[in-house]
Nanobody
């Protein structure tokens, strides 16, 4: 069983920044797939940024503004979000693929005011 705990969400004005953290209950050193998704009200969940086999992949809508990073020693993945826009408002969830199973955190709310 893998537990993922997100933190760092909140309310920010457009143009501001937030950093989300996802702490895993297991070592993330060998986890090939891990990253961030988001779901806005009335919309489907979408990929934001993920590590896949060591490569970073981003949604087109966040390229150049968001950066995913990881600290294996802390078993934590981060999402640095800059130049936030109202359309970035959503619940952001961390996910990890381990041993053929997909695990999800509880999510953290990010609200960007105009």
């Amino acid at each position: 069983q893998v537990q993922l705990v997100e933190s760092g969400g909140g309310l920010v004005q457009a143009g501001g920044s937030l950093r989300l953290s996802c702490a895993a209950s297991v070592s993330i050193f060998s986890i090939n797939g891990m990253g961030w998704y988001r779901q806005a009200p009335g919309k489907q969940r979408e990929l934001v940024a993920v590590f896949i086999s060591g490569s970073r992949n981003y949604a087109d809508s966040v390229k150049g503004r968001f950066t995913i990073s990881r600290d294996n020693a802390k078993n934590t993945v981060y999402l640095q979000m800059n130049s936030l826009k109202p359309e970035d408002t959503a619940v952001y969830s961390c996910a990890a693929s381990v041993g053929g199973h997909n695990y999800w955190g509880q999510g953290t709310q990010v609200t960007v005011s105009s």
